[in-house]
């Protein structure tokens, strides 16, 4: 079955820094997420992405994150300057179709010191 | 802002017992509802899924029940094998507009199916 895949599986950061998390969504879906996993608390939705631009943003997706798909096959979430708070663990996913199921990938896990 | 709320934490069950998920909900604009099964290091993954026109959906083992005027569904599995034990998420979906791509959590309970 095809599965998003996410890479790295760890990051380990430190405060201040930059990092770019990537995700490869299933070949044939159109529609793209970021989601992330504060340790003990609910999944939350940061983006979604269609046709080249974000369709959807959370209060949490502020200047300091951005995505892109820079190419036909990579979708990217980065934080610019990253702060202690933006260690979760974050998921990709994507989807066939508008109101479709989300596939996610494995997610990677950040680690901000 | 709890708009998807799973008040259990945990629930363990015997094998071949009925394990019953409970999800409450305060947005009345929600119109789609699903269940995602968590394992450890894994990423979410979608089990079955009820429209708000339904009350019913079955799929084998796993069957969601819809009580929209209560706002609460419910995940049945009968019956329960200890390869069902993972984190349950039930999710929901507002396409009331200007939010139409997210999905809206709980934070899970998990499920252990004891042999």
């Known amino acids: 079955e095809p599965e998003v895949t996410q890479t790295p599986s760890h990051q380990v950061t430190q405060m201040g820094q930059e990092v770019i998390l990537r995700c490869v969504p299933i070949?044939?879906?159109?529609?793209f997420y970021w989601y992330r996993q504060i340790l003990g608390q609910k999944v939350e939705f940061l983006v979604s992405?269609?046709?080249?631009?974000?369709?959807?943003k959370s209060e949490i997706f502020d200047d300091q994150f951005s995505v892109e798909r820079p190419d036909g096959s990579n979708f990217t979430l980065k934080i610019r300057s990253t702060k202690l708070e933006d260690s979760a663990m974050y998921f990709c996913a994507s989807s066939a179709g508008f109101n479709e199921k989300l596939f996610f990938g494995s997610g990677t896990q950040l680690s901000v010191l | 802002d709890q708009q998807v709320k799973q008040n259990s934490p945990s629930l363990s069950v015997q094998e071949g017992r009925i394990s019953i998920l409970n999800c409450d909900y305060t947005?009345?604009?929600?119109?789609?509802f699903l269940w995602y099964k968590k394992y450890p290091a894994e990423g979410p993954t979608f089990l079955i899924s009820i429209s708000s026109i339904k009350d019913k959906n079955e799929d084998g083992r796993f069957t969601v029940f819809l009580n929209k005027s209560a706002k609460h569904l419910s995940l049945h599995i009968v019956p329960s094998q200890p390869g069902d034990s993972a984190v349950y998420f039930c999710a929901a979906r507002d396409n009331s507009g200007g939010s139409n791509y997210k999905l809206t959590f709980g934070k899970g309970t998990l499920l252990t199916v004891n042999p």
């Open positions: 070949s044939n879906h159109l529609y």
């Open positions: 947005n009345s604009m929600f119109d789609y």
């Open positions: 992405f269609y046709n080249n631009e974000i369709s959807e």
